[in-house]
């Protein structure tokens, strides 16, 4: 009932920057909650970032000062700003928004994920 798409990633060199999108569609009455994780290979699926409605930030601590999250609540809209990346920032990149549908039942949803890879 909430489709979330993400774009935006790709492969750059180590120091190089990255920008990702993330689109929530659907009976959207409300998204309280947006974040990016992303999951390397073997790895579990952590945090990278998250804001709330009232644009509280909460960053993991491996990307304080080099990314940046923010949202655009009139076109359900959330981008990650990625400057001063890290091989060990490589791996897929997912959207999660939460809120509540029209119906006023809750919501939680995932995107596909995009990959972002960094080179040496």
């Known amino acids: 009932q909430v489709q979330v798409v993400e774009s935006g990633g790709g492969l750059v060199q180590a120091g190089g920057s990255l920008s990702l999108s993330c689109a929530a569609s659907g009976n959207i009455f409300s998204i309280t909650a947006v974040g990016w994780y992303r999951q390397a290979p073997g790895k579990q699926r952590e945090l990278v970032a998250s804001?709330?409605?009232?644009?509280?930030?909460t960053y993991a601590d491996s990307v304080k000062g080099r990314f940046t999250i923010f949202r655009n609540n009139t076109r359900n809209t959330l981008y990650l700003q990625m400057n001063g990346l890290k091989p060990e920032d490589t791996a897929v990149y997912f959207c999660n928004a939460a809120g509540r549908l029209t119906t006023y039942r809750d919501y939680n949803s995932w995107g596909q994920g995009t990959q972002v890879t960094v080179s040496s």
């Open positions: 804001i709330s409605s009232g644009s509280t930030t």
